[in-house]
């Protein structure tokens, strides 16, 4: 049986959609285990009336402890034999539970991550349509490269567990990370899966954006969102550390760690940027030997930043800082660099304000007003359909009532 756990927090418009497209998979052999994360919408209402009518659908009241302790919470109430970490805004493909469980069988894994689509698919971009489209693979252990791939982002939907490896090695969500929890969980698990399997099939459609959500609220907030990365770090170097992981794959995780955070660490404003690079650094020293550290900081990508935040705090100021970064951009993120410069640019010769007016006159594109139509189209229908399911849920509740 498949344990789906939801952790549910004031999301009352979407709920009933995603719980609905479980309960029509062609595959009847699962339980839904909600865990109302103290909801101040609706949302505790809707689990009542899906309680009354489905037995198959748990529901555990627990006090706000974001979606990390929610899923602890449901993983210590579920009893099938794999676990999946649905979220509560999304949507499964109807041959999802089925595949999953298939995969499962004939193939004795650990993990399971397979693709998904975008929804609704005018929200996506090429970089997230790479990421949820992976080939098919097989590994036998760990390998680098399921890390490294960018089709294998950790999104925590997006695998399956085994629950006697969940069980065997201990994995839990870290309930002290409101950010990035996918990002730590799936680095502490690819490591000690014994069997990992990847499948190209989109078994999932992944709700690109909503208003409102924990990823939508600290999406403007660069210097919580890059302490929360570096306390990703520290939480990815803990266990590696504790399963003697960085023995062998040491030198990959650092550069994992430099990509991940160093150039937003030293683009920090001035007034956090310090003490951001002391946690950074404190972690880095504590996790890895010197000689590890060093090598890094005679690396062609990423020497001079390593310098910046472990050997001398001058290349992380004034004049150095500028030219490291640059570079660094340049070297790693040339698009984002490209980006910068045309953004100075306009600002440097008013072309943008000049750009905005011009825009202002003349009538939109018709690329922009299909993309306007579309936003309309789509949000009147997410809105039908959540008032249908609702509507639907009700009449069933009302028969159960009845009967």
């Known amino acids: ?78 009893s099938g034999d794999i676990v999946w970490f649905v979220d509560s805004d ?28 975008c929804y609704p698919s005018f929200y996506g971009n090429p970089w997230l349509e790479r990421c949820l489209s992976p080939e098919a693979k097989v590994y036998e252990g760990f390998c680098e490269e399921v890390l490294e791939s960018p089709s294998h982002h950790p999104f925590v939907w997006r695998t399956a567990f085994s629950k006697s490896f969940v069980e065997r ?10 950010f990035g929890e996918d990002e730590a969980l799936h680095f502490a698990a690819y ?25 939508d609220s600290r999406a403007d907030a660069e210097a919580l ?14 266990e590696w550390s504790k399963h003697r992981i960085c023995d062998h794959h040491g030198d990959f995780l650092l550069r994992y760690i430099a990509e991940f955070v160093f150039i937003d660490a030293v683009r920090l404003p001035r007034a956090v940027r310090l003490s951001s690079l002391n946690y950074l ?10 000689e590890q550290i060093s090598s890094l900081c005679k690396s062609a990508r990423y020497g001079q930043l390593a310098v910046a935040i472990v050997k001398d705090r001058s290349f992380a100021f004034g004049l150095k800082r500028r030219y490291i970064l640059y570079r660094a951009t340049l070297l790693n993120r040339p698009g984002e660099m490209l980006r910068r410069v045309t953004a100075k640019i306009g600002r440097v010769t008013k072309l943008s304000a000049f750009v905005r007016r011009i825009r202002d006159i ?16 789509w949000n009147a ?3 039908g359909e959540s008032q249908m399911a609702l509507s639907l849920l009700r009449m069933e509740a009302c028969e159960k009532s009845n009967d």
């Open 1 to 78: 049986m498949v344990s789906i756990i939801i952790p549910v927090f004031n999301v009352e418009r979407c709920l009933s959609v995603c719980i609905d497209s479980i309960r029509r998979q062609t595959d009847q052999n699962f339980e839904v285990i909600c865990v109302n994360d103290s909801s101040t919408d609706r949302s505790r209402e809707v689990l009542s009336l899906y309680e009354k009518v489905d037995s198959r659908v748990k529901v555990i009241d627990v006090p706000n402890g974001g979606p990390s302790a929610a899923r602890n919470a449901g993983l210590a109430a579920s």
């Open 90 to 117: 999304d949507i499964l493909e109807q041959s999802a539970i089925a595949t999953i469980r298939k995969t499962f069988a004939e193939t004795g894994a650990d993990m399971v991550t397979f693709g998904a689509v």
């Open 169 to 178: 090695e201990g994995l839990r969500w870290d309930e002290n990370l409101r």
């Open 191 to 215: 490591p000690l899966s014994r069997k990992t399997v990847i499948l190209p099939d989109k078994l999932y459609k992944y709700r690109v954006s909503r208003e409102g959500s924990l990823m």
């Open 225 to 238: 969102k890059i302490h929360d990365h570096i306390r990703v770090v520290e939480h990815i170097c803990r």
């Open 281 to 290: 650094s404190n972690v880095l020293e504590r996790y890895f030997a010197a």
């Open 362 to 377: 003349l009538p939109a594109s018709k690329k922009t007003q299909m993309r306007l139509f579309e936003e309309q189209v």
């Open 381 to 383: 229908h997410q809105i």
